[in-house]
């Protein structure tokens, strides 16, 4: 491969900053209805973002539009730091969150779906904001540079490397041959699931605002809640059990929700890692709801429903919360941690490792011992019934080396910076899966705004890492990208 070519790499950045601004746009409606002061802090946000898209989109007329791989990992990486740097500039120009750090940590938490967020008293924030601050979750769970690849062909720039680089999980599957397809029809499944669960949230007597705002941060599998107590301040055992089936489904392969749209419902029963997903799921509620009725008073529905709420909540990487899973003991407390690696589906909006990968990883490594009794036998493993290639299997096992130690090292370097063992490898973890909460200070019922200016920044970078799936960005830090050849 030749030199970069970096015209079409600007050129891309600059159209994902002026569709990040047109999204700024749809916050000002809710200021205004509620006449509020941050209606023109989020105008100005936004015509700036678009002003500078536009500037890198003109000025940067490529005489080739062939994407290569190594356009494709950069325009993602550079892509969501464009998204993370316009995007905070709501925050800022409306004094909602005046400090860069803190306004940097929590745009990219919105992005990133993972939800931590350094907000104390988010009921007092204005309408505007705190819509904006959910749609950086809606925008960042399918993520705009898919959207993006369905407008590309109209500009004469194929998109199948970016598909690639962006599309989470180690599964590609293609629901259609042709990329912009594909990408519209994952964006038309995830407009409905979102507009389906803000009507059934409001038929359920939540406040239109309120509905809106849970649709966007739950399909995503983000997280942020218009109030303080998050899910918990809806007592409604309706409302939650509706917000329990799409961070399901947010966690479910968009592919096979796809297939399930078109009633291929066998496409579901033939899928090794959502028979996992379910059973997983049914599992851990009749190892959680015991301990659920021995730590609370409650009846069993309560107990059975807040333990299947965080179950899902945290298996997902939603990070909503209706009870703190802490309070139910140290056994509780180190399965929901456990979780926090697990993940849901590839080719889903959850982060975490995935479960398609423990499966194989699991499956590999039980037939290792009848590899050690039949030495010059090819065992090969099986997933949905197919042999999967051997170079999956190493793919799979670096990335579940460098996932490892890039929570090791982040958990080092938090305790280095100051916090102790239990906050440090907690929020290491939450990050990298892109969860949310995680345990002990920065737990279900606490905020991270009192974490030190060099944490904040340590756990940002843990989280774009995780939201990317690690080797994306990290790729771009090895001699081998740079070479010329």
Not at 9 to 14: K, N, S
Not at 135 to 148: C, D, E, K, Q, R
Not at 258 to 271: P, Q, S, T, V, W
Request: charged letters at 10%; a positive charge.
């Amino acid at each position: 491969m030749g030199s970069l070519n970096f015209k079409i790499i600007y050129r891309f950045l600059g159209l994902t900053a002026v569709l990040n601004g047109i999204f700024m746009f749809i916050a000002i409606p809710f200021s205004m209805y509620h006449k509020e002061e941050a209606q023109m802090g989020i105008l100005n946000a936004g015509i700036i973002t678009v002003f500078l898209g536009l500037l890198l989109y003109f000025f940067n007329k490529p005489t080739t539009t062939n994407i290569h791989k190594k356009e494709g990992y950069l325009i993602v990486t550079l892509g969501w730091l464009t998204l993370s740097f316009t995007g905070m500039l709501p925050y800022l120009f409306t004094g909602a969150i005046p400090n860069i750090t803190d306004a940097f940590f929590e745009t990219l938490s919105g992005y990133s779906t993972t939800g931590s967020s350094i907000l104390t008293d988010i009921e007092s924030m204005q309408k505007g904001i705190l819509f904006w601050r959910s749609a950086t979750h809606w925008i960042g769970g399918m993520g705009i540079i898919v959207l993006t690849i369905a407008i590309l062909p109209l500009l004469g720039v194929g998109g199948m490397e970016l598909f690639a680089s962006e599309a989470p999980g180690p599964t590609k599957d293609k629901i259609h041959p042709r990329i912009k397809e594909t990408a519209k029809r994952l964006w038309l499944i995830y407009v409905i699931l979102t507009l389906t669960q803000a009507l059934c949230l409001w038929l359920a007597d939540m406040p239109l605002f309120d509905a809106i705002n849970h649709a966007l941060t739950t399909i995503s599998t983000g997280g942020f809640s218009t109030r303080d107590a998050s899910i918990g301040a809806f007592t409604s055992p309706l409302v939650q059990y509706i917000i329990i089936v799409f961070m399901f489904l947010g966690g479910t392969s968009f592919t096979l929700l796809y297939f399930g749209a078109r009633f291929k419902f066998k496409k579901f029963l033939d899928n090794d890692e959502f028979k996992w997903y379910v059973g997983a799921i049914l599992l851990l509620l009749l190892v959680i709801v015991p301990i659920v009725n021995q730590a609370t008073n409650g009846d069993l529905e309560n107990n059975f429903r807040f333990a299947l709420f965080q179950i899902v909540s945290i298996i997902t990487g939603t990070g909503y919360s209706t009870y703190d899973f802490t309070t139910w003991g140290a056994f509780a407390t180190f399965i929901f941690f456990l979780l926090m690696f697990s993940g849901a589906s590839a080719g889903s909006t959850s982060g975490g490792i995935k479960i398609v990968r423990i499966i194989l990883l699991m499956k590999n490594t039980f037939l290792e011992f009848k590899r050690r009794l039949h030495p010059n036998a090819i065992i090969p493993v099986y997933l949905n019934k197919s042999a999967v290639s051997p170079k999956i299997i190493y793919n799979l096992l670096a990335f579940i080396f460098f996932y490892l130690f890039t929570f090791v090292i982040g958990a080092i370097i938090l305790t280095f910076i100051g916090l102790d063992f239990q906050d440090a490898v907690s929020a290491s973890i939450t990050a990298v899966s892109n969860v949310g909460p995680g345990i002990g200070s920065v737990g279900p019922s606490a905020s991270f705004a009192h974490l030190p200016v060099a944490a904040k920044w340590v756990l940002s970078c843990l989280m774009i890492l995780g939201r990317l799936e690690l080797f994306t960005i990290a790729i771009l830090f090895t001699p081998y990208f740079w070479r010329r050849n």
